[in-house]
């Protein structure tokens, strides 16, 4: 079992929907969330980012962590077609100090 | 304008030959990182260094070299001895001394993508 799955998707919405990007995992140490977006031949940007359990929004991104059911979320509110990218959720503890990134999740927002 | 530099962007590569893939970085940053990306598997550490002339494997080392003799410069081989080579590879940098599980930011390059033929 993969200490992080995520679903490779692809995902396909219309613009303006409302997106949501999941992440499980299983190894209850993970403290640290973070959602990077990766465009087509470049490389991850840092998106969003949590400290334990809650919500964290940033514009038209929310986050959110629910540490007892050890799921994290994405949500995109009223999706433009920029927003088309793989999301990648990763996570770390400050024992190993390593992030462990899911598989990315592609998504398309069709105009 | 401060970043990672990686050279190539794309690689061929016969079987059996050693390449070097660039990593170079102008942010005065003390850790870097070398990742590999697979459709599928998200990413996966090769081998990371925090200071200068010191380094560590990750979890996916075997087949790998790297060297850090200069804070700016982390180049990463891929020798022959490595099975699957043809993959996406991704350098990341880190300005803390502390580990980035702890702030969560990487700085990534844009990548280099080596096709074993």
């Known amino acids: 079992q993969k200490e992080v799955e995520q679903d490779p998707g692809p995902l396909s919405v219309p613009e303006g929907a409302i997106v949501s990007l999941n992440c499980t995992y299983s190894?209850?140490?993970?403290?640290?969330f973070m959602w990077y977006r990766q465009y087509s031949r470049k490389g991850p940007e840092l998106l969003m980012y949590?400290?334990?359990?809650g919500n964290k929004e940033d514009g038209r991104f929310t986050a959110q962590v629910d540490k007892s059911s050890k799921y994290i979320s994405l949500f995109i509110r009223d999706s433009q077609p920029s927003d088309s990218a793989t999301y990648l959720c990763?996570?770390?503890?400050?024992?190993?100090?390593?992030?462990?990134f899911g598989q990315g999740t592609t998504l398309q927002v069709k105009p | 304008d401060g970043g990672i530099t990686q050279s190539p962007k794309y690689l061929f590569r016969k079987e059996g030959q050693n390449v070097t893939l660039s990593c170079e970085q102008n942010l005065n940053h003390d850790a870097m990182y070398w990742y590999r990306q697979d459709p599928g598997q998200g990413l996966r550490l090769i081998y990371y260094s925090q200071i200068v002339n010191d380094f560590q494997k990750g979890d996916i080392a075997e087949g790998y070299s790297v060297s850090r003799e200069k804070k700016e410069s982390f180049p990463l081989t891929v020798t022959s001895a490595q099975k699957n080579p043809t993959a996406f590879y991704l350098c990341a940098s880190y300005p803390g001394q502390g580990k980035p599980a702890n702030t969560g930011e990487l700085f990534f390059g844009e990548g280099s993508r080596l096709t074993v033929l």
């Open positions: 990763a996570m770390g503890s400050s024992n190993t100090g390593k992030l462990i």
């Open positions: 190894n209850s140490a993970f403290q640290y």
């Open positions: 949590t400290y334990s359990s």
